[in-house]
């Protein structure tokens, strides 16, 4: 198969780390005799840096003349250390996800046997987790208006907005996978105080009992979400939840295996969709050959499977990466002290892929 794949490696330890899964990409290609056609684009504070637009509209055109999007990640300590800045490089992200219409993010969570002493929570409680979080991605009050300060300067407003059919279109895709896994899905919110969270609740309880009587429907207020995902993670299948609220739970998921350097996540819309890992650009990284890899690989892995169908393929970049984490091919948030740097963890899955 040929596939075009635009390529935003963004900020921070973004280069290094797509580099990476270019790579592993690359291996895959010559493993099963297909062809990757890459086309780079800026995104965040380096395109802030070229176009002072940290989603430029050449960027876009690339995104949607290509078959899928690779990204790394994005933000600049330059920025977030001035609250004045007109522009930011997260703008970019958040961009995108609106320009290309990615309404809902899966995040897979998964610890691995190898690392479960990795997690600072007890084996026990994480040994056999595995859910999904699937975050809204455009709504909310990440995007809603108004928005901003008021004349005077001394107050500043975020607006929460949602309407059913944002909530019915993601919620779809929750009980999607719930089906296609263990029939469970929780819906998270704060439905004891927000309006939002009370519509929510009305649209994702009115469609369970018409459309989806075979899944398990649970609703749990965020808070005490964020109390069982740590202390009984096992109880999650499919997690479903507002953007704000899949945000901050995502990152407490990457507590349970461990370290959120090896959990991928993949963006659907309608159209084109998009690999990114979860965690951020780690700007104090940069450039030292030490972020570690595995994230983005695993996206990439997504990728192959999700937008393109090629199911072997991601097996194959799946297990490799098993290999690296179980042989203690790591970087050094995994094993402290490791000599494995991001390159060399490229290189070792990108072998295991081509001699699978
Ligand atoms: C994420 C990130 C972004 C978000 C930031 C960089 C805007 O934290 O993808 O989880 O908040 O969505
Ligand atoms: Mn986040």
């Not at 876009?60 to 999007?69: K, N, Q």
């Not at 309006?195 to 398990?216: C, F, G, H, N």
């Not at 570690?292 to 192959?304: D, E, F, G, R």
Request: with cysteine.
């Amino acid at each position: 198969m040929k596939k075009t794949i635009a390529v935003l490696p963004g900020d921070g330890i973004g280069p290094e780390i797509i580099a990476q899964a270019v790579k592993v990409l690359e291996a895959v290609a010559e493993r099963y005799s297909h062809e990757f056609i890459y086309r780079y684009a800026d995104i965040g504070a380096a395109a802030i840096g070229s176009t002072g637009d940290p989603y430029p509209e050449v960027t876009h055109r690339t995104c949607m003349e290509s078959d899928a999007v690779l990204f790394g990640a994005i933000g600049d300590p330059k920025y977030d250390n001035d609250p004045k800045a007109r522009v930011r490089p997260e703008q970019g992200l958040l961009k995108m996800r609106r320009a290309l219409g990615l309404f809902a993010n899966i995040r897979p969570v998964r610890p691995y046997a190898a690392l479960l002493d990795a997690s600072p929570l007890k084996n026990g409680i994480v040994e056999g987790s595995d859910f999904i979080v699937v975050r809204e991605l455009t709504g909310g009050i990440y995007f809603g208006e108004p928005r901003g300060r008021n004349e005077s300067g001394d107050k500043a407003f975020d607006t929460c907005v949602y309407s059913m059919e944002e909530i019915r279109r993601v919620a779809e895709v929750a009980f999607g996978y719930a089906r296609r896994r263990r029939g469970r899905v929780t819906l998270v919110d704060k439905a004891n105080v927000l309006a939002t969270s009370r519509l929510w609740r009305e649209v994702v309880t009115s469609m369970q009992k018409e459309e989806y009587p075979d899944i398990v429907l649970d609703c749990l207020y965020v808070d005490n979400a964020a109390m069982k995902m740590v202390s009984d993670p096992k109880a999650f299948d499919v997690i479903l939840t507002e953007n704000m609220f899949g945000d901050i739970l995502s990152d407490v998921s990457g507590v349970i295996n461990g370290s959120i350097g090896l959990l991928p996540s993949a963006s659907f819309g309608s159209g084109i969709s998009l690999f990114e890992p979860i965690h951020g650009s780690f700007p104090q990284g940069a450039g030292r050959d030490i972020a570690n890899p595995v994230a983005t690989i695993l996206s990439a892995a997504m990728m192959l499977e999700d937008a393109f169908g090629m199911h072997k393929e991601a097996e194959a970049v799946r297990s490799a990466c098993d290999d690296a984490v179980a042989g203690g091919v790591c970087t050094p948030d995994i094993v402290p002290g490791s000599s494995y740097g991001t390159r060399a963890v490229g290189d070792y899955i990108a072998g295991k892929v081509v001699g699978s």
